[in-house]
């Protein structure tokens, strides 16, 4: 960011601990989770500290709410757009499970 720049918002990033000739150590959740209250529907924000696809598929397996998906893309690696990308609709356990497979 140059002098001048207006900052564009607020992300969650992983914090580097250490200096760097000592090595660096990636942040990591202790296994948090809360319900939020919405104006519309209540939703669970977890935070674990390791196997976040594995733990995401098995609320699929189990959820008996409808499931719609939205992920926040920081960075591509393929050149699609930096945004918040969410289903229209409710999509299929299936389809969780092979959204969730891109990622491993």
Do not use: Q
């Not at 669970?44 to 939205?70: D, S, T």
């Not at 609709?89 to 969730?100: D, K, N, Q, T, Y």
């Amino acid at each position: 960011m140059g002098s001048g720049d207006e900052p564009r918002g607020h992300c969650k990033l992983g914090r580097l601990i250490g200096a760097p000739d000592e090595g660096d150590t990636p942040f990591a959740y202790e296994n948090e989770w809360r319900r939020e209250h919405t104006t519309s529907v209540d939703r669970l924000a977890i935070a674990p500290a390791r196997g976040h696809l594995a733990l995401m598929r098995e609320l699929a397996a189990i959820w008996r709410a409808e499931i719609y998906v939205l992920y926040v893309l920081l960075v591509s690696r393929l050149g699609n757009e930096p945004g918040r990308y969410e289903s229209p609709e409710p999509i299929s356990r299936g389809h969780v499970a092979e959204f969730l497979a891109r990622f491993e």
